[in-house]
Each structure stands twice: as C-alpha cells, then as structure tokens.
C-alpha cells in the first residue's frame, strides 16, 4: 500500500470551479507540502504545515487555499479554477526529526486540467 | 526567479556509459543539495543528497559532487542502465527546498 495517497488522480474542471484536492499518509509524519509542477519549471511549493495548527504560504500561494484535517491528512483547494491552474500537483511528507533537509516523500500526484 | 537551475532539459546516454547531470544555485545560504528521480505517472523518489561542508557524496553506482565556489553540483550515474531512464530534479534546501526544471535522460541500449 502507497504511504502517500492523492485523490482524484486526475481531473477535468471548469473555470470558475471550486475543486478540492486530498492527501493523506500513514508514514506518520509532522510535515506536508503540496507542490506543483509546470513543464520548463520543476516543482514549486504552494503550502506548507510542518503540524497540525501550523500552515505556511509558498512561493505560489495566490488563488488555492489548505486545510490540515488531521496529522495525515492535508487538502488544497482552489476556490474559483483558472486555466492557468492546469498543472500536476505532489503532495509530500517529511519527518520533523531529521531537521528541515530530511527527506520528502511524495504522493502520486493528481493531474488538473482546468478548461 | 528560479535559484536552482538545470540548464539541460535533456540527456541521451549509452548504456553502461556514465550520464552526468548539471545544476546550478544563486542562493549561496542553502546549506543542503538533493536529487530526486521521477518515473512517468509516480510522485518523485529521493536519490542522494550532500551537505554543503562535503564536496562529495557517494551510493552505489551514484555520486554528487558540489562546487561550492562556483555554486554548481553534478550527479553522476555510472554505470547507467535502463531502469535510470527517468526524470531527474534537483534540489536545494534552506527552511525549504527549492526544485529545478529537471533534466530527462534516455538510456539506450
């Protein structure tokens, strides 16, 4: 079984949507990200929680918001899709013990294609 | 502005010969470097990482080497075969990492 699980896997909106991607993980770690990746620029960070009543912005937090339900779970959300918002998105976990360089472990991802 | 840089969107090796992967930073407080591997359809895994007081870092058939006077790491993969056909990202680490572009490489048989 994955550690780090997204759903949906892929989706298909409209503009003006309000979508809601999911992470959860079972690696029993303090720290998740949602990233996205864009062809030409690698992976960029949206938000970060490093625990439960902690949240961060990224370089790219404009127009998706997080909820962090629980230790292992971490949504994003974009309140009003854009097609600019068409993306592949990662979820990944860190365990806090290592410091801020330990390793990140990421989900599947979820393709977005907003129209 | 992107403060990771791989300046090579692609690289076709032979196998059993070595691929060497480039990387460029602008932010000389990073203290930490990563390369993580991507499959089609997979989140990216990690690959091998070297701190900033280290020069070089070795695992297996990878090496890290890093330039810090010239704020420049590479990735050595020696010998390549196959199953190293992937996407290939590297990355920097301050309180948070920060993702190149990514190089593609091929290994043909």
């Known amino acids: 079984d994955a550690d780090v699980t997204q759903t949906p896997r892929n989706r298909i909106t409209k503009t003006g949507k309000r979508i809601m991607l999911e992470c959860s993980q079972t690696k029993g770690h303090d720290r998740m990200y949602w990233y996205r990746q864009d062809p030409g620029l690698g992976l960029r960070l949206i938000y970060y929680s490093f625990d439960v009543k902690d949240i961060n912005k990224g370089e790219i937090s404009d127009g998706y918001s997080v909820s962090r339900q629980a230790q292992a779970k971490f949504s994003l959300s974009l309140e009003s899709a854009i097609p600019n918002q068409t993306a592949l998105y990662f979820c990944a976990t860190s365990d806090r013990k290592g410091g801020p360089h330990n390793e990140q472990f990421f989900g599947p991802g979820t393709r977005l294609t907003v129209l | 502005d992107q403060q990771v840089k791989q300046n090579s969107p692609s690289l076709s090796v032979q196998e059993g010969r070595i691929s060497i992967l480039n990387c460029d930073y602008t932010?000389?407080?990073?203290?930490?470097f990563l390369w993580y591997k991507k499959y089609p359809a997979e989140g990216p895994t990690f690959l091998i990482s070297?701190?900033?007081?280290?020069d070089k870092n070795e695992d297996g058939r990878f090496t890290v080497f890093l330039n810090k006077s010239a704020k420049h790491l590479s990735l050595h993969i020696v010998p390549s075969q196959p199953g190293d056909s992937a996407v290939y990202f590297c990355?920097?680490?301050?309180?948070?990492?920060?993702f190149g572009a990514g190089t593609t490489v091929t290994v043909r048989a």
């Open positions: 070297i701190s900033s007081i280290k």
């Open positions: 990355a920097a680490a301050d309180y948070k990492l920060s």
């Open positions: 932010n000389s407080m990073f203290d930490y």
